[in-house]
């Protein structure tokens, strides 16, 4: 079965700060994998997704994400933290046609 | 393009009452996935459809919820009687058709049972 970890229940960064939000996966067969950002009383936002070819994947917002295959980690990070970057972060993997989702990280960014 | 729609985005109801949810996916979009989302978790899939017909409901706890997606597009979750544990946040999601393709999301109704 498809499974998704977030080993950190929360990221504190300090704005202008590179973060760094960690995510594991394990899955069998090609792995395809999300990032949404979810803000107090809305949906999940995505932000990206890897599905194959540059490990380093571009999203929404500045953010960015590194598939590792041999660590089967699938980080997000930022270069520069906003505090309007603060919210929960989801990362998801696919398992058939939905999503397992990790249990979410929330980020904290201080001025 | 307009999102994922959903109402009403709360509700708070008497343990044992029915209540129902409604999405409207993406125009154009065939998949449609409803997710329940408990407090400090992730969204956990509870039904998806590929136009109007079911094709994974092995999450969705048929004694008390049901569902349906009448014409393939607009889609009703209900559940009936309504349970304390029942309280969470009720998310519909779409997609065109790809197993690739990327989940939009609506902005969930949010049920609290007392």
């Known amino acids: 079965a498809q499974s998704v970890a977030q080993p950190e229940d929360q990221v504190n960064v300090a704005e202008g700060n590179p973060l760094t939000v960690k995510c594991t996966y394990s899955?069998?067969?090609?792995?395809?994998l999300f990032w949404y950002v979810q803000y107090p009383n809305r949906g999940l936002q995505f932000l990206l997704k890897?599905?194959?070819?540059?490990?380093l994947v571009k999203g929404s917002y500045g953010f960015e994400a590194e598939f590792n295959k041999s660590q089967t980690s699938f980080h997000l990070k930022k270069p520069s933290a906003l505090v309007s970057d603060s919210a929960l972060y989801f990362c998801a993997a696919n398992s058939g046609y939905a999503l397992n989702f990790g249990k979410g990280t929330s980020l904290l960014v201080t001025p | 393009e307009a999102g994922v729609v959903q109402s009403p985005r709360y509700k708070i109801i008497e343990k044992k009452q029915p209540v129902a949810f409604w999405c409207n996916p993406i125009?154009?979009?065939?998949?449609l996935y409803w997710y329940r989302q408990n407090l400090g978790q992730g969204p956990e899939l509870l039904i998806r459809?590929?136009?109007?017909?079911?094709?994974?409901d092995s999450q969705l706890p048929k004694d008390r919820f049901s569902a349906e997606r009448l014409k393939g597009v607009d889609s009703t979750l209900k559940i009936q009687p309504a349970e304390l544990g029942d309280s969470a946040v009720y998310l519909c999601a779409s997609i065109r058709a790809g197993i690739t393709d990327t989940q939009y999301f609506g902005p969930g109704t949010r049920l609290t049972v007392l």
């Open positions: 890897y599905i194959t070819g540059d490990n």
């Open positions: 125009s154009g979009h065939n998949t």
């Open positions: 899955v069998s067969g090609n792995p395809y």
């Open positions: 459809y590929e136009n109007e017909e079911a094709v994974d």
